[in-house]
């Protein structure tokens, strides 16, 4: 049985390097990984005007940020070309089938960990999942102004989940 951990994107700029946001990201899974190297890691993120208008997916910046940080080759599933998060989940589907995936570990932001969370158990309700929030370095201000960002767009992903598992039904 093959166990996860699952990264989710965040924005690079024009050249790819990883916003604030995504490297603490990337840095809070090099801390998961130590303490789990027999998992398997999964990078999301694809293309999309607010977080990547390079000719490489996001996940591409990722991966080759956490093999400088020491995480092997041999340790990458295939990317998740996802544009938000709810892809993130939905367009992991056959990636956490194909491998059997029964355990994984969740890295995102402190400030998206319950939206991911939401997203994540409803479309995988087998997979036993523990979440690990990578600490936003910001002022106040801005952690508010996420976290209020959140809160709203949760009501929105309510319903696409209620779309999303009637269709797969």
Known sequence: MTKVIIILGSPNDEQGRLSDIAASRCEQAVMVFNKN??????CTGGF???F???QLPHAHYVKNYL???GILEAAFLEFTLSGFTFEDASLSTSILEQNH???AILVTSDFHINRAKLIFTSIFPKINFTFSAAKTNCDNAEFQRLTAHEFKVIEREKLNLKKYLEHAL
């Open 37 to 42: 190297s027999d998992h398997k890691v999964l």
């Open 48 to 50: 999309g005007e607010h």
């Open 52 to 54: 990547n208008k390079t």
């Open 67 to 69: 093999i400088k940080r």
């Open 101 to 103: 995936i029964k355990d």
